[in-house]
């Protein structure tokens, strides 16, 4: 009696490969990054034209913030954030931790210039919450695509 071995049998379909999973989940992640500092965006600018609306200045060093101006800077705060997530997704074991610790720290030093800045306090606090509505909104949105 002879026996003979055989191989076990392949799939037809090819293996999915690891690099395509990557970057639609990359993709993805810059999809609802790009959507959060959106919504960040215009909220921020509605968070200014109230307290303008309640009578709050936009006055720093007798130089007004113009309302779009919040939007501006959103913006770019929030692009340098989805940039800081996507080195810490590629870097990092612990990428959500690392963003969340890391914006949180961010965040809070952002609230500085602020706080010194030439303004009334009014103006200073309705600048401090432009800070925080944005965090509040970008980071908890960028943090659930990272791994844990």
Known sequence: MTTTATS????????????????????AS????I??????CVATIAVAAAGRAAGISLHVSDAPIPIAGFAVMTALCSAVGLILAAVLQKTV??????????TVVLTVLSLVPDVLADATTGTKALLMLTHLVA???VIPAV??????
């Open 143 to 148: 943090a659930r695509r990272l791994s844990a």
């Open 93 to 102: 074991r612990h990428a959500r931790r690392a963003f969340v610790r890391t």
């Open 135 to 137: 965090a509040a909104i």
């Open 35 to 40: 959507a959060a500092t959106a919504g960040a």
């Open 8 to 27: 076990p049998a392949r799939s037809a379909v090819p293996a999915r490969s690891a690099v395509p999973a990557r970057r639609t989940s990359l993709v």
């Open 30 to 33: 810059a999809g609802i990054g």
